[in-house]
């Protein structure tokens, strides 16, 4: 089964735009949360990650929404630019970390 | 130089086939997993390891096994291999315990089985 799922699989923005990418989780026992950036050729880079015990966390033009109810979060991402095109991954761990469940993956196209 | 290498980049083998993919970290990592990537699906954990005398099962491990020759090196073999392991696949690490728990890839190895 999915234990995170992801949406969309595909977004196209105009530059300046604010993309936004969903996740869902099932597992309560979660307690990590990152985001992953790939670029065409490479391998996945950790771009933010968040902890259930904060809401919002912000790095640069990145921002997640973390709504831990709803079992639910999320990346935004401020001013986008075409150098942000790429695939987005959302991930869950638990236990401190290890081994990461991934979502579907959203890949981003952001139009100059 | 890269801190975790995959090789080969990209293989081309026959169904039936034994092949051998292979990954070595600079990182120092205890923690090396190795994940599969097809689209629509994401990143799927195949098997990891959290030290040199330990390997688990991920979500998708039949028809792949694995070996962790040290603490730097994690191969993944595919015995008899079929066209649906036709994927992009993954090698990565991480280091055991705190709160640090960034996982850092390798740059893929591209397998395609005819």
């Known amino acids: 089964q999915q234990q995170v799922k992801q949406s969309p699989q595909s977004l196209i923005v105009q530059k300046g735009g604010i993309p936004i990418i969903n996740c869902a989780y099932e597992n309560t026992a979660f307690d990590y949360f990152p985001w992953y950036q790939q670029f065409p050729g490479k391998g996945p880079a950790l771009l933010i990650a968040?902890?259930?015990?904060?809401s919002e966390k912000k790095e640069g033009r990145f921002t997640i929404s973390f709504n831990k109810s709803a079992k639910q979060f999320s990346l935004h991402i401020m001013d986008s630019q075409p150098g942000d095109s790429a695939t987005y991954f959302c991930?869950?761990?638990?236990?401190?970390?290890?081994?990461?469940?991934f979502g579907q993956g959203t890949e981003l196209s952001v139009k100059p | 130089d890269a801190d975790v290498t995959q090789t080969p980049r990209n293989r081309i083998t026959k169904t039936g086939k034994r092949i051998m993919l292979e990954c070595s970290q600079t990182k120092g990592h205890d923690r090396m997993y190795w994940y599969r990537q097809d689209p629509g699906l994401g990143l799927r954990l195949i098997y990891y390891?959290?030290?040199?005398?330990?390997?688990n099962k991920g979500e998708i491990s039949d028809g792949y096994s694995v070996s962790r020759q040290a603490q730097a090196k994690f191969s993944l073999s595919l015995e008899s291999a079929i066209p649906n392991q036709t994927a992009l696949y993954f090698c990565?690490?991480?280091?055991?315990?705190?709160?640090?728990?960034?996982?850092?890839f390798g740059q893929g190895t591209r397998l395609t089985v005819v």
């Open positions: 968040i902890r259930p015990d904060v």
């Open positions: 991930a869950a761990a638990y236990n401190q970390g290890g081994k990461l469940i």
């Open positions: 990565a690490t991480s280091e055991s315990g705190g709160m640090n728990t960034e996982a850092f």
């Open positions: 390891s959290f030290d040199v005398k330990d390997i």
